[in-house]
């Protein structure tokens, strides 16, 4: 990690905070005349590269690290919702790849209810109509015997 300079260590960082991969290269390799497919390819080569793979899996470490500490009550009541709720959404800021982020996601909503949440909203939202109700001359249950209404 100290093989890095600090150009090379900067535009990592902003690799990680921006995730554009490209604009990190171009920073460090302003002169380059690649464009398009070959920079991109050249790119993804520099992050794959050991020293900087190990310099963004210690700012990673870094950065989890500062969000559990900013938002560490008692972790280890793992019962209480309140809790619960507040470890997946650090494990949600720390992730970084979509599909994890998703199921961390639908845990959160779960937790929240939204779901029925939202079933309660479209059952308050629903319309009642109630029709009046019909009452004929000769009709025996409508009227009582002497042809009034038995409401």
Known sequence: MSDLSAIEKTALAGYLLLGDADAAYQC?????TATGENLHRMALRWLRHPKSK???????????SKATK????D??????????????IIQY??????KLKADILTKISDILNFKKLQDL???EK??????PRLEC??????TDTEGTNTK
Do not use: M
């Open 28 to 32: 460090i390799n302003h002169d380059s």
């Open 54 to 64: 190990d310099f963004l899996d210690s700012q990673r470490a870094i950065l989890q």
């Open 70 to 73: 900013k938002e560490a009550a």
């Open 75 to 88: 972790p280890t009541d793992l019962t209480d919702r309140d809790n619960l709720l507040r470890e997946l």
């Open 93 to 98: 800021r720390s992730e970084t790849t979509p």
């Open 121 to 123: 909203k479209d059952e």
């Open 126 to 131: 629903r319309v009642y109509y109630y029709l």
């Open 137 to 142: 001359e000769g009709c025996p249950f409508g």
